[in-house]
């Protein structure tokens, strides 16, 4: 059996919590049931901003058209960006990884790069701390694609076995799995804790 030498986490969901309401409380003409929908990566506008296919300017185009609404780009980029905050605990269960120094650590996410800089402005531990992130927006690949979780292992110097991989979706658990990796699908940080092979903390 191999030795987990990795440990690989999700963003989203994961690392930080995401709650479209946030956005629609703001810009109520932004209908929640349709951000929520939009949002669930299934909108081909939507997993092309992702994939670094389409520039901000254009994303902002597709989210007046899908909406039916006229909100500037600085208002789009509010909205689409303001609806983060802290996992709880997580932070301070990262930390703990990282100075243990047992495991590398490292990230990926389908993310864009309005939600990137986001994130190292709001939450700079995250940036401090994940050097080599694997992000879709850069890697021109989503989740669970094989490509993802392999390149993700190459940006922690591991080959898949011996990595181990944390995401909030089951289809994304399985993904992992298939090239190799252990996989655990988050739930919450006690939960995690828990599961987390004691020598590594």
């Given amino acids: 059996m191999a030795t987990i030498r990795a440990v690989i986490f999700d963003l989203g969901r994961v690392l ?15 209908r929640l049931d349709e951000i929520i929908k939009f949002s669930a990566a299934d909108d081909p506008q939507f997993q092309a901003f992702n994939r670094g296919e389409i520039t901000p300017e254009k994303f902002h ?41 047992q495991v590398k650590l490292g990230l990926l996410s389908d993310t864009d790069p309005w939600h990137w800089e986001f994130i190292g402005r709001e939450f700079p531990w995250i940036k401090e701390t994940f050097l080599r992130p694997t992000l879709s927006f850069q890697i021109g ?39 190799g990796m252990s996989a655990v699908q988050f739930r919450d940080a006690a939960t995690l804790r828990r599961e987390l092979p004691l020598k590594m903390l």
Avoid: Y
């Avoid at 930080?16 to 932004?30: C, E, G, W």
């Avoid at 080959?159 to 994304?172: G, S, V, Y």
């Fill in 141 to 179: 690949v989503l989740k669970p694609a094989a490509a993802a979780f392999l390149r993700a292992a190459a940006n922690v110097d591991e080959p898949p076995e011996n990595c181990l991989f944390i995401d909030d979706r089951a289809d994304n658990v399985a993904g992992a799995r298939a090239v």
């Fill in 61 to 101: 185009v597709a989210l007046g058209e899908k909406f039916g609404v006229a909100l500037s780009f600085a208002e789009v980029h509010a909205a689409w960006t303001g609806i983060f905050s802290p996992m709880p605990g997580m932070r301070e269960l990262v930390g703990e990884l990282r100075a243990a120094g």
């Fill in 16 to 30: 930080v919590t995401i709650d479209p309401s946030r956005a629609a409380a703001r810009f109520p003409q932004l």
